[in-house]
């Protein structure tokens, strides 16, 4: 029977957003300050992706692994303040720039962000493989739909749409379509509709019609 993977949405998600900062980052011309500014603007959102994503899974994940099975979960607890510490240089260096830096000063940005990107895709591809099967072994689905749950109740609404910008576009129609009809029957029509709005700027015609009837 297939199982519940509380993991998968949002680590496609980040894979998506490292993707197109390292992207971004790679095409700036960091005397331009247009570009830059882009560039920041980009790096605010994954960043808060990130920060958002290692809280969340330290709280609702995490620890109630911890509760179980203390040795299960301690190496990626560890994990998690070595990445943070990297995660808050490095936005630190992206947020500094203000359009004087020459390009080789930002190449150099750019081989760290690469680095981290791999640490980082690295991580998530343990927690993908390692630690989803110890939460599966732990819980039932209904349990980690429970953990779910409670993330989304706890998050604000605008980190809520930001999840959604990144995640929708990584997923497939079916399972978009089935997240968004749940989030439908239970939220204000209102919610619905910004969620749509947010997603509709991030797919194609055919990906967002696709999704729509789907619904
Ligand atoms: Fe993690
Ligand atoms: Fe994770």
Redesign the pocket.
Known sequence: MERFKS?DP??KGLRYALGQLTLLTGKTKFSDHQQVEKLKKLADEVFFLLKD??KT?NEFILKPLEEKNALAAEPYFEDHTDIEEWENHLFESIKNLDGTQTDDQGHLIYLNLCDFQSAYLD??DE?DVELEEKLQKHFSDEELIQHQIKIMQQMEFSTLLLWFKYIVPARRIEENAQVLRNFKSNAPEEAFQAVIQTIQGELSHEEFEAIIKAI
């Open positions: 993991l949002p680590h994503h290692t899974e991580h998530i927690e």
